[in-house]
């Protein structure tokens, strides 16, 4: 039984019991409707508690039912059977009540949690909204303004604050059951509060309206349910409840069809999956107390902050005391731009400094469970470092090569105990981006990686397990890309239409955009010492801008040109100029070709990374395009999209 009712004196205390997050499957809701029926008849019962089962009042409803026709009862008509019933129905709210768990809670007749409950309308970060009530019900509770911010935002609010603003009824401690039984008792002898749906709203001002599409519209970059949201809200509070629920109801079917809904739905789930993959089933990790960090330059110290903020004590170790210095204060100022935009306090911007010992010489690793190194990227430099890891740290501890490039087995060749070397490939800045590609050697212990995964998941980040080829999964995507850029260059369409149509399809920046920003010397380089090698690599545009001293922003320009002191690009006649020997005639592509051209050339190098073996599912490198290179999540992924899109 997924329901359960049991009797303390007039009070039936109803239990919804669906482990992990009581869901609310067409079981529980058929189950949950029959009982209102029941209660209703029943003339020893004079008041309902409503609970969740375990840690949790009701996580959402069934998403796994998103793919299928609605099987009736559907939510909204359960929780109008609840709120229309003949008795008083009570909430009683620990931990989440998320989405449709909220819209449950909205139609009972009071509310009562404890101060850490957790309440949110997460929908839109499926591509749909609350379908159930939500956008109609809660700002008759809390007010337009805060019910703007909990569905079309993203807003969670705590017990406490949801006590404050009246959509509970009495803050409660543990045992749960006997305070809200305590409190359904009393209840017993006032009269029923009207229900949410029939309590009046103010309707806000037009440019209140228009203040938050702006704000919204700005912030959902492209996604269509923020702003169906907010439509929903502002319908009801200018058309009433019923019109307003029943176009709720309209825009929540239309979002469940949508592209954007099954790209994002797809998306939760891979997530889920991605920090439990089907070989490390019942593999402990390893102890992951404190770590150590070789290199302050840019990746070190974003490592090193992500390591803090997950409270794990970091040893930093540089060259020499300025390189040191260096590495510090910019760790320091990483703490200090969270203060100051209010993410963290002034104490634990200390706090998070304390726990990091700076160190010149190697013996300070000694102590550490993991030492993660990201000196130059040079194949020397590196096995030095490694070799004297071998020799300084305990036997059982993780060494870790956050290599770009350079093969793993490379890196780990002479070590004494290869079996505990590992590729941890962070992205830059490493405090911000999610992703973490794991790349295990032949040698590496499956303990061991199971602790790479297990780090990821103390770090919030996504774990993506990649075998060993160059460029690993996500360089070796993204080198294909800017060739197929520059394949498009050299076709004659020009740069800046190349990174207009990527910004209109939702990447923050296109690829030429992205490529004077982080330099174009890198991959230029990289190429050079491949001609050295004797590899037959013809000349590229990016090339000739190199030679000719264009290196990106940091030498004035590179694919664009820039003002001093700002980052806007401007197109470059100079450019133009140099790369022109290796450009055919002007070509005017419409942006969805420009577009397709680059998601195809993603999705074939994806395909032949799976054929390798490289990626163990579409799924895995759709996660390292979201969250290591800024891929928008409402298109899902290159993998998803071509595998929906008729070739
Ligand atoms: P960086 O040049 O900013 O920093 C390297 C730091 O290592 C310097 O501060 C240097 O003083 C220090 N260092 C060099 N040899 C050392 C030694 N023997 N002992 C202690 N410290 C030493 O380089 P960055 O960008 O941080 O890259 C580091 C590694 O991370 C490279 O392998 C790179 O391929 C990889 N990586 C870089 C990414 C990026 O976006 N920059 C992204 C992911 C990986």
């Known amino acids: 039984m997924s329901v359960t009712v049991t009797h303390r004196g007039p009070i039936a205390v109803v239990t919804i019991d669906n482990p992990p997050v009581n869901a609310l499957s067409l079981a529980v809701r058929t189950q949950l409707f029959a009982l209102v029926e029941a209660l209703d008849a029943d003339e020893h019962v004079r008041a309902i508690v409503l609970t969740g089962g375990g840690k949790l009042f009701v996580g959402g409803a069934d998403i796994t039912e998103f793919g299928r026709p609605v099987e009736l009862p559907s939510l909204p008509a359960l ?18 009540a998320l989405g449709g768990g909220l819209e449950l809670a909205l139609g009972c007749h ?10 949110a309308l997460p929908e839109i970060n499926l591509g749909i909204i609350p379908g159930s009530g939500g956008t109609q019900r809660l700002p008759r509770l809390i007010g337009i303004e805060t019910a703007i911010r909990v569905a079309a935002e993203n807003l969670t609010l705590d017990g406490t604050r949801a006590a404050e603003l009246g959509f509970i009824d009495r803050l409660v401690q543990e045992p749960l059951v006997d305070a809200a039984e305590a409190f359904a008792l009393e209840a017993l002898s006032r009269p029923l509060p009207e229900p949410a749906s029939r309590r009046p709203l103010a309707t806000p001002a037009a440019t209140a309206w228009e203040e938050a599409t702006q704000r919204i519209g700005r912030a959902a970059r492209g996604a269509s349910a923020p702003l169906r949201a907010l439509e929903a809200l502002r319908f009801g509070a200018e058309n009433g409840f019923e019109a307003g629920l029943a176009n709720e109801r309209a825009i929540f079917l239309e979002l469940r069809a949508s592209d954007e809904s099954a790209a994002l739905r797809y998306l939760f789930f891979a997530e889920r999956a991605a920090p439990r993959p089907a070989g490390l089933r019942g593999i402990a990790a390893l102890p992951l107390a404190s770590a150590g960090v070789i290199g302050g330059g840019t990746m ?3 490592i090193a902050a992500a390591l803090r903020n997950a409270g794990i004590p970091v040893v930093l170790v540089e060259r020499d005391e300025q390189s040191l210095e260096r590495g510090l204060t910019a760790l320091k ?32 690793l000694a102590g550490c469970d993991l030492v993660i190194e990201a000196v130059f990227e040079d194949l020397a430099v590196k096995r030095d470092v490694f070799a004297t890891l071998g020799r300084v740290c305990r036997p059982d501890a993780i060494l870790a090569t956050n290599t770009s490039y350079i093969d793993p087995r490379q890196i780990a060749e002479g070590l004494p105990h290869p079996d505990r070397f590992i590729g941890l490939h962070f992205f830059s800045p490493a405090q911000v981006m999610k992703l973490l590609e794991i790349v295990p ?7 061991v990686l199971a602790t790479g995964f297990e780090l990821a998941r103390r770090l919030g980040k996504v774990p993506v397990r990649s075998g060993i080829c160059d460029g690993f999964i996500g360089n070796r995507i993204l080198r294909r890309y800017r060739a197929e850029a520059e394949a498009m260059v050299r076709d004659g369409v020009a740069p800046s239409a190349i990174d207009a149509a990527m910004r209109g399809f939702g990447y923050a920046m296109g690829p030429f955009e992205m490529q004077d920003m982080a330099g174009l010397d890198i991959s230029f380089l990289h190429r050079e010492a491949a001609r050295a090698r004797g590899e037959a690599i013809a ?10 001293g264009r290196k990106g922003q940091k030498s004035g320009g590179g694919w664009y040109d820039y003002a001093p002191g700002n980052r806007t690009p401007i197109p470059s006649p100079d450019a133009a100029r140099l790369i022109a020997p290796l450009v055919g005639a002007p070509l005017e592509l419409a942006p969805d070709r420009i577009v397709a051209r680059l998601i195809d050339a993603m999705a074939l190098e994806g395909q032949a990374i799976l054929d390798e073996g490289i990626a163990g599912s579409p799924s895995d490198i759709d996660l390292v395009e979201v969250h290591g290179y800024g891929f928008p999540r409402r298109h899902g992924g290159p993998m998803f999209l071509s595998s929906r899109q008729p070739s």
Not at 111 to 119: D, S
Not at 349 to 356: D, I, K, L
Not at 441 to 447: A, D, K, L, V
């Open 539 to 548: 000349e590229t545009p990016g090339d000739l801008l190199v030679r000719a």
């Open 79 to 96: 929780i109008e059977r609840i709120e229309n019933a003949a008795k008083p129905w009570i909430a009683a709210v620990r931990g989440a």
């Open 441 to 447: 050697i032949p040698e590496t212990r499956p303990e």
């Open 333 to 364: 100022a990483i703490f200090e731009a969270a203060r100051k935009r209010a993410s963290l306090s002034e104490e634990e911007a200390e706090a998070r400094m304390r726990g990091v010992t700076g160190a010149v010489g190697y013996e300070a």
């Open 110 to 119: 009071r509310r009562v949690a404890t101060a850490e409950a957790r309440f």
């Open 300 to 302: 070190g110290v974003g």
